[in-house]
């Protein structure tokens, strides 16, 4: 096999894979841990499950990659809505909390519901969730322009990324719209503060 009968091969591959792990994300979010097989992802991902199995021998494999791919895609797009760095507060309180009512949030929650009882999961899910955290936060004081080597700063970013998580969970169960937007305005007005 030459080098150019690979390359297509090998971007099938990475199309395969990569609508796997959308596909699981999606599955996650929607049916949560007990309703999300292999084969109900590979069914939506319009492979076999035997394809699926090859990209990702275990459940559980599937679903913590699934969960950190879509964490560094919207990681990515995060710093892409603000190519320059540091922003406007608001828009950037908004685009945190934002990360935590979407459906990457609800497959995440359901990972972490099942880990708190699945063993073999569950260290898996502590480490990812911790890398998550870490780039999020780190993502959080680049676009706040977060002098961290001032007292309470990083303690200030950190209460505001446990706040957007907390309104993810209040959005779970019902539109928390309304409410959000005032939380959010008066988060941004308590960081200019805490910030400058």
């Given at each position: ?27 996650l979010a929607e049916h949560g841990w007990a309703g999300s097989t292999v084969s109900v992802v ?58 935590f009512t979407g459906p990457l949030f609800r497959a995440a929650l359901h990972l972490w519901v ?30 706040l322009g977060a002098d961290e080597s001032r007292p309470g700063v990083r303690e200030s970013v ?39």
């Open positions: 096999m030459t080098a150019v009968d690979r390359a297509p091969k090998q971007d099938r591959s990475r199309a395969t894979r990569q609508r796997l792990l959308e596909a699981a994300v999606a599955c590979a069914e939506r991902a319009g492979v076999s499950r035997g394809a699926a199995q090859h990209h990702f021998p275990t459940r559980e494999d599937l679903f913590t990659a699934a969960v950190e791919y879509v964490a560094e895609e919207r990681s990515s797009a995060l710093r892409d809505l603000f190519p320059q760095g540091a922003a406007d507060r608001r828009a950037v309180v908004r685009a945190l909390v934002d990360l099942a880990a708190s009882d699945e063993e073999q999961l569950r260290a898996r899910v502590t480490e990812l969730e911790a890398r998550v955290g870490r780039e999020t936060h780190r993502i959080a004081v680049d676009l950190q209460g505001l990324l446990d706040m957007a998580r907390g309104l993810g969970l209040a959005n779970l169960l019902t539109d928390d719209t309304a409410r959000r937007d005032r939380v959010v305005a008066q988060w941004a007005t308590l960081l200019d503060t805490a910030l400058e």
